[in-house]
């Protein structure tokens, strides 16, 4: 299975701009700048899409995991927040936080954090990167 995105850039790093689409359509043209990036401008950038992309991806392998474990769930929110910071060798993505609440009838505390531990350490975005990636997870009841 292959998935693909694209990004067209115009000009230089600081005027310039650019788009994101993706090969669904979801996203066409989206747009991205080094004000959408490293200040706080209208349109995405490339962490927001990794935060968004984690966050589905984590909601997905923590519902397989409640399910498989008997206890299906009702609903999975997830925010996933990514950290990047200037290091010697540049900005770099330095964490991944996920904040996760769940509602799952019948399940336990302690079943739940097994569930959401194995999601976190299994879902492919998780495994993908190459940052520390921290959570926190909340039952609701």
């Known amino acids: 299975m292959k998935r693909k995105a694209s990004a067209v850039w115009n000009g230089t790093l600081k005027e310039g701009k650019g788009s994101i689409s993706t090969e669904s359509g979801l996203l066409q043209s989206a747009q991205y700048s080094f004000g959408t990036r490293f200040e706080n401008g ?3 950038n490339p962490e927001e899409l990794i ?5 589905g991806c ?3 392998a923590l519902s397989a995991q409640l399910t498989t474990a ?3 769930p009702e609903r999975i ?3 996933a927040t990514v950290t990047m910071e200037k290091k010697d060798a540049g900005f770099t993505v330095t964490q991944v ?3 996760v609440t769940a509602k799952v009838p019948g399940a336990t505390k302690e079943a739940f954090d097994t569930a959401a531990g194995n999601a976190k350490a299994g879902c492919p975005i998780s495994r993908l990167l190459n940052a520390e990636i921290t959570m ?3 039952l609701e009841s």
Do not use: E, N, V
């Open 136 to 138: 926190t997870a909340t």
């Open 51 to 55: 935060a968004a992309a984690h966050a």
């Open 58 to 60: 984590f909601s997905m």
């Open 77 to 79: 929110a997830t925010t």
């Open 70 to 72: 008997g206890t299906p």
């Open 97 to 99: 936080h996920l904040d």
């Open 42 to 44: 209208p349109g995405t």
